[in-house]
């Protein structure tokens, strides 16, 4: 894992450590020294630390005025050990949603595990973002943590699945991904109604 890096294709329009906004703003980063690890398995050190053991993230790109976020996760999605998704909403989401933010777009290619526990803090960021008129996604999920995120029902809060998967992001401009998913969302919906 240590060689895994996040996308860096975006990173000439945006860098976290640059913008005033971000929690991860002043943020030094080292090529050479791997100090964050998911159990024995040390990390690139451009992951960021947000407070959990096992999951890191990268702010790949945040456009205040289009009010959306791509951030993408390396590691074990742990609720029931490290309350992660407590770390998650008030150590960066509630920066964002501050700022204005509304529709979120989670990277989970490389979270490997999700282990559920109470759903509060999914439930109050849901209603944070839909309230403004916004969501979250998560893009191409592994169909294992898919399971495990469909069996603590959190598709009542977040979109995933196979309308999400297998989107080609990489290549594309930050803002062509969020249209994208947009698009979807709203095909989705009318078909749902």
Known sequence: MHD?????QWRDRYRAED????PFYGRQY???DYSNKVYNYLLHPQWDDFGSETLYLKILFVDYDDRYAIIELIGE?????HNDSMHLKREVIDYLVGE???DFILIMEGVLNFHSDADDYYEEWYSEVT???GW???LNVLDHVADELSDARLDNYI???DLLNGLTWRPQKARRVHEAIEGLLQTERRRVY
């Open 77 to 81: 999605w742990n609720d029931a050990l």
């Open 30 to 32: 080292s090529e050479f």
């Open 19 to 22: 913008d005033s906004a971000s």
């Open 4 to 8: 895994i890096e996040p996308h860096f």
């Open 159 to 161: 979109h995933y699945g």
């Open 131 to 133: 309230d403004a008129g």
């Open 136 to 138: 979250i996604a998560m």
């Open 100 to 102: 204005g933010i509304k």
